[in-house]
């Protein structure tokens, strides 16, 4: 493929909605007003719009009709129903409780599977996930392998868990120390690099032998397993739905965040087969949610999502999502833009380090990169750097991750080819004048989940 060659879109567009660009000098305006921080820029001011692949979906014909077969009855939804079976056909697991999103689930498990004290390793950490997990005394322990540190280093399966690294965790703590081992399949931080099935395998027999519970997170399911089937012998003939089967029948459970590879726009679940686990869950869900049969979600939101559940694991529709993305970070790559590599699943991620070779982590390159991206052209971004990892809960330091990036996210059935030669257009032109990039610092920090409403002013 080149850059004047790319795949139709499988579907026909039924519904817009239009986009517009402003002039540059209120584009400077936005973001300053914004703090330098494009989580508070407005929807309207923003031509594209790559802040992030959640809940962002574009919703099909099929479960816009889902949504008026919405039954709202307070108890016992006939769309509770249809996504409770759609899920348990799909995942395999016994039991499913419904939450308003993907932190609503990692809440539920994370205060009924973790006693204070317990280590909780996971392959790369995840911002919400880990607040959870940490809000209720656990310690998250990395152990993802060191590959997935080495943004420029291109390998299959970067997001597979260190078996030693995980090995000596519990050899050192012991395994009653250990809530559970957190999966996420594809690693959103990592750069939505996937998992394959071997590692998978793997961890499900390592926890095994030492009676640990492993638990996903779901949340990018079906973009891990396409990369499965592409990449991993043995899979090529396979579906996607038994791929996806396969996956999680090495799992006790999993979280998932309906945002994103369930296809709308809201929604959330957590799934096990341990009945009392199951029963501790539904307890605790109707005091954080709502009943066992709708957890935060109207009948029309399940509906639509049991739907588009169904609808990702088409394979036309998960093709051209996963090659989309590739698209947009072979554009980039040709032109020499610094990324992590290989493109994952939802996004490609810029390298601000190497792209902002001027400027310390201490001076937030990737924020400033991601400000200047939208200043220069719209298109809105996100940090993923040091402003998300946020300080460490002990010494009050920042924490230094190795990863400085910036994510453009694809919004799933939203833009075309087209918008990704934009996209990668408007990169370039910023990278030829990169050292107009100036650093930042705080004005404003908040406590919890620092990245999502803090405010910055340039350096001189
Ligand atoms: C989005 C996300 C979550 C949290 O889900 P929400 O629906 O946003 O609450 C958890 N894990 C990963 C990997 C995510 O990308």
Known sequence: MNSTSYPAEPFRIKSVEQVKIIPREEREKVIREAGFNTFLIPSEEV?????????????????????MMGDEAYAGSRNFRHLEETVREVFGFSHIVPTHQGRGAENLLSQIAIKPGQYVPGNMYFTTTRYHQERNGGIFVDVIRDEAHDASLKIPFKGNIDLQKLQRLIDEKGADNIAYVCLAVTVNLAGGQPVSMENMKEVRALTARYGIRLFYDATRCVENAYFIREQEEGYAGKSISEIVREMFSYADGCTMSGKKDCLVNIGGFLCMNDDELFSEAKELVVVYEGMPSYGGMTGRDMEAMAIGLKESLQFEYIEHRVKQVRYLGDRLREAGIPMIEPTGGHAVFLDARRF???????QFPAQSLAATLYLESGVRSMERGIISAGRDRKTGENLHPKLETVRLTIPRRVYTYAHMDLVAGAVISLYRKK???????FVYEPKQLRFFTARFEEID
């Open 47 to 67: 031509y594209i719009d790559l802040l992030t692949d959640s809940g962002t979906n574009a919703m099909s014909d099929r479960q816009w009709a889902g949504m």
């Open 356 to 362: 902002c070779p001027h400027l310390t982590q201490d």
């Open 435 to 441: 050292e107009t990039i100036r650093g930042l610092r």
